[in-house]
């Protein structure tokens, strides 16, 4: 509310629409969908066999509390339609170049060289790994006691 210059009261048609209730809501909105996340991590989430659908739940719940932070604390939710116009297009060739890109890595690796294969990064055999880690440290321990070299 604000007065013009007749001394008369002028209700601002977008102060209601930008009142501190929506901002509670979002946020108590975006701690239900966190604990929604952290239930993924709980003894009571059904899916622990498969995690590929704790994965998708986190990320839908994810790309949730990023929309409702965009539309109401980025005040995008009050712009005007241009707003479609900026962000579909890159959206839709973004999701173009990922696909056009996927059979492309696949490919790079059937028809590689074997001494281009040889500098190719692979999965690790974490066993392995953590057998290796745990040498180097026994190994830096008796540098610094003075044992054998």
């Known amino acids: 509310m604000s007065a013009n210059a007749s001394g008369e009261t002028v209700v601002d048609p977008?102060?209601?629409?930008h009142g501190i209730g929506k901002y509670i809501a979002v946020f108590v909105a975006l701690i239900v969908l966190t604990g929604a996340s952290f239930f993924t991590y709980s003894s009571l989430w059904p899916f622990h066999d498969e995690?590929?659908?704790?994965r998708l739940f986190m990320m839908a719940v994810s790309?949730?509390?990023a929309t409702l932070v965009m539309l109401f604390f980025m005040h995008l939710k009050w712009e005007a339609n241009?707003?479609?116009?900026?962000?579909v297009p890159p959206a839709i060739m973004a999701i173009f170049i990922m696909l056009a890109l996927v059979p492309d890595i696949g490919l790079r690796y059937r028809i590689a060289s074997p001494k281009r294969r040889a500098f190719m990064a692979e999965p690790l055999d974490v066993a392995s790994v953590e057998a290796g880690s745990h040498a180097a440290d026994n190994g830096d321990q008796q540098h610094e006691t003075g044992g054998e070299h």
């Not at 977008?14 to 629409?17: F, K, L, S």
């Open 51 to 54: 995690p590929a659908v704790g």
């Open 82 to 87: 241009w707003k479609y116009v900026l962000t």
């Open 14 to 17: 977008h102060a209601a629409e």
């Open 63 to 65: 790309c949730t509390k």
